[in-house]
């Protein structure tokens, strides 16, 4: 089984789990006469039952957020080249991060 499917089965037994809780602790609080946390509790069941049933990736694309790391470079900012992992680099007066070459170059 892939390492991602697994994660995902995983996190949808979480998000169910926490549905069943939140339901009880609404219907709980319903008996009790606690109206307002009844209502919050079973507002959220209804939420998170929804991710949880629903394709996640619906969302994510709805929103314009993007998943694939592959796509996403750190560049430097003074000359445009990806920053791989392991090499150093800094922000520079702007805030940007840049090479540490880079960066002893325009000093």
């Not at 089984?1 to 994660?7: D, H, N, R, V, Y």
């Not at 939140?22 to 009844?38: E, M």
């Amino acid at each position: 089984m892939e390492l991602s499917k697994e994660i995902e089965d995983r996190d949808r037994l979480a998000r169910t789990l926490l549905t069943v809780v939140l339901g009880a602790v609404a219907l709980r609080s319903f008996r009790k006469g606690k109206r307002l946390t009844g209502a919050l509790a079973g507002v959220g069941a209804v939420a998170v039952g929804y991710t949880a049933t629903s394709e996640s990736e619906g969302l994510e694309a709805e929103i314009g957020i993007e998943t694939d790391s592959e796509d996403v470079e750190l560049r430097c900012s003074a000359c445009g080249e990806p920053i791989v992992p392991g090499q150093s680099r800094r922000p520079d007066e702007n805030n940007e991060i840049v090479h540490e070459a880079c960066m002893e170059v325009t000093e």
